[in-house]
């Protein structure tokens, strides 16, 4: 298992911690597997102090090139850390 730490802008990194979206789409720039761990980190201008971060597991990639999605692109299924 490997941890990527990416940054995250509002409003999507909100939608992700209160539960809305389960899902990251990112350019597969850093070889996603099923089972890797985000740490995804809150990014943007509305907060000037230490962001937050929430941690989930990839459940599930859905690669590019098909289904409208750009080759060399991912949806990424997100999960709750267990």
Do not use: C
Not at 14 to 35: A, I, P, Q, T
């Amino acid at each position: 298992m490997q941890v990527h730490e990416l940054k995250t802008l509002n409003p999507f990194f909100e939608d992700v911690w209160s539960g809305l979206k389960d899902f990251e789409v990112r350019k597969n720039d850093r070889n996603y597997k099923v089972g890797d761990r985000l740490k995804l980190i809150e990014h943007g201008e509305i907060r000037d102090y230490r962001p937050r971060y929430i941690l989930k597991d990839v459940k599930y990639i859905l690669n590019g090139g098909q289904y409208g999605l750009q080759s060399g692109y991912v949806i990424l299924g997100l999960a709750d850390v267990r």
